[in-house]
């Protein structure tokens, strides 16, 4: 452990920001009297100071600090009865962790420590209202910045929201570029647990901002190629993210949202990479996606159009026809 006396020199980018008051924020952490408007401080400066996730790491009893805000929440879960203040408060240490998750110093670390496992009962949950909406939200904000550290504009399109409370939307609202170096570390600790059927589930029935965030951890996954194979490697996992893919393109042909429905149609692109599943989807893709119910949606999209137009190659290929040109069944 490092004491926060001893730190290294201020870097002359910081000059902004009052060191000092950095260091009395982060000590503040460690009491309960003074530790939610601490956790409300930093989350607001994170951003401008970089190095604030290897401080938040290395200062004693922060990162434990931090963990009883989350677990402190835990009761409020089932019967859910978390409120907007409680929600708020959990999601500026969900901030934080995402800092801690995103930075290159802390994040092995973060992950060797198992801390997104934290987040997990916030992922089961199912209520609809605001509260349990921004901490999903932010939640799925650690696991992203965890595995994927900045993403793009162009890979995650989540325009911040002015109704949500700065952590979500900071969490959702990631920029950068995609520049990963241990992306396969992150992708074998998401498979061992159990962050896929928490995404499908989110996938089912969150809101679109959500729907949104889970749908692009999945992509991630899928195209690893261990993450690709993890899925296909039974029918029960394949069908069930089928499933629940199907469920989405039915749904986003009643209520569409161009931003959803790329990262859907990128994951069914990957999926038909792998043999067994190309095989499947031949016979399960819906038809929403071979005919002209989205031309409207994707009119502007040209990326989206064609990865929609390479999956549809991709079934088409080896498949035997009869003399009409019909698909004929497989043997």
Not at 3 to 28: F, G, H, M
Not at 97 to 115: D, G, K, Y
Not at 263 to 274: A, E, P, T
Request: glycine share 4%.
């Amino acid at each position: 452990m490092h004491s926060l006396a001893t730190a290294a020199p201020v870097p002359t980018t910081l000059a902004q920001v009052d060191r000092e008051k950095i260091y009395q924020w982060i000590n503040e952490l460690s009491s309960p009297e003074t530790r939610e408007n601490a956790l409300l401080e930093l989350s607001k400066k994170r951003e401008s100071v970089p190095d604030l996730a290897p401080m938040l790491w290395h200062s004693f009893g922060t990162i434990a600090a931090l963990l009883q805000e989350i677990v402190n929440i835990y009761p409020s879960i089932n019967p859910p009865t978390l409120t907007a203040h409680q929600s708020n408060r959990v999601c500026n240490a969900l901030a934080l962790l995402q800092c801690v998750a995103s930075h290159p110093e802390t994040r092995s670390a973060f992950l060797a420590a198992h801390i997104p496992l934290f987040l997990y009962p916030f992922l089961h949950t199912v209520s609809k209202t605001r509260p349990f909406e921004y901490l999903r939200l932010t939640s799925l904000g650690v696991i992203v910045e965890t595995g994927f550290h900045h993403v793009g504009q162009a890979d995650l399109e989540l325009p911040t929201s002015s109704d949500l409370p700065a952590s979500a939307s900071q969490s959702a609202g990631i920029t950068g570029a995609l520049v990963k170096t241990d992306e396969q570390e992150v992708i074998n600790f998401l498979l061992t647990t159990e962050i896929i059927p928490l995404c499908l589930r989110i996938m089912e029935s969150g809101s679109e901002l959500s729907k949104t965030v889970a749908t692009f951890i999945l992509q991630k996954i899928l195209l690893d190629d261990t993450g690709l194979a993890y899925i296909c490697q039974t029918y029960e996992r394949f069908s069930h993210v089928a499933m629940i893919l199907g469920k989405m393109v039915l749904q986003l042909s009643k209520e569409p949202s161009a931003r959803l429905l790329k990262h859907v149609v990128r994951c069914y692109l990957r999926l038909s990479d792998n043999p067994r599943a190309r095989e499947a989807l031949r016979q399960c893709l819906p038809d929403q996606l071979k005919d002209t119910t989205f031309a409207q949606v994707l009119k502007d999209d040209t990326t989206t159009k064609r990865w929609l137009a390479q999956l549809v190659k991709n079934l088409q290929e080896g498949q035997v026809t009869d003399p009409r040109g019909i698909p004929l069944p497989p043997q």
